[in-house]
């Protein structure tokens, strides 16, 4: 298993939807979990951190992480087409670099 | 504010130039990193620095040399470069130096060599 993997897409969600992105992790990332969002030709930018079991909710973005499943997910709720973009998965094991996922790449249908 | 920003946005240069990207960061942050981002890819790790020293290196080849000269600064010094080091070339910072610490990443230098 690859140290954390997301699904590449293109994840096609109707506007007003809500869009879930996935990505899974190893044992040996178990520590932390950020998502950014990054528009074509233009840098990483931070959507959410967790750190911990359970749901983290900030406007119409909520990270979910189970660590007893190895999975993390972000739900972009009452989708809007600004929202396409990829989504980077991002974790690391403790005391150690931070590991993207590849990035999926979220297309908002008008 | 969690601002780092990058100089020079767009940068072209022949295989014999030598040329410098420069970071900055006002935010109190002791890592810095450097990645390098092909289209379609992630970003790939280049150089990390902690506290101003070279933490890690990995594996870069030499016509691609870090400075730091301060806290604040980064500088990435380029000479000799191939068509194939065309990217986007990524700052970011963070509190500490590991995964639990947030990055944040400034808005890259697009880099073409010719």
């Known amino acids: 298993q690859k140290e954390v993997e997301q699904n590449s897409g293109p994840l096609s969600v109707p506007e007003g939807a809500i869009a879930s992105l996935n990505c899974t992790y190893s044992d040996r990332v178990s520590q932390s979990f950020f998502w950014y969002r990054q528009y074509s030709g233009k840098s990483p930018e931070l959507i959410m951190s967790i750190y911990s079991n359970g749901d983290k909710e900030d406007g119409r973005f909520t990270a979910q992480l189970n660590k007893a499943s190895q999975y993390v997910s972000l739900l972009i709720r009452d989708s809007q087409p600004s929202d396409s973009a990829t989504y980077l998965c991002a974790g690391g094991p403790p005391d150690d670099k931070i590991i993207f996922g590849k990035g999926t790449r979220l297309h908002i249908l008008p | 504010d969690t601002e780092v920003t990058q100089t020079p946005k767009h940068l072209v240069m022949g295989m014999t130039n030598k040329k410098s990207l420069k970071c900055e960061q006002h935010?109190?942050?002791?890592?810095m990193y450097w990645y390098k981002q092909k289209a379609k890819k992630p970003p790939e790790l280049m150089f990390v620095?902690?506290?101003?020293?070279?933490?890690i290196n990995e594996s870069v080849p030499s016509r691609f040399s870090p400075e730091c000269p301060n806290s604040s600064l980064l500088n990435l010094h380029l000479h000799a470069l191939q068509p194939e080091d065309s990217a986007l070339y990524l700052c970011?910072?963070?509190?500490?130096?590991?995964?639990?610490?947030?990055?944040?990443f400034g808005p890259g230098t697009r880099l073409t060599v010719l």
């Open positions: 970011a910072s963070s509190h500490r130096e590991g995964s639990t610490d947030t990055q944040y």
């Open positions: 620095y902690s506290y101003e020293k070279l933490s």
């Open positions: 935010m109190g942050h002791r890592a």
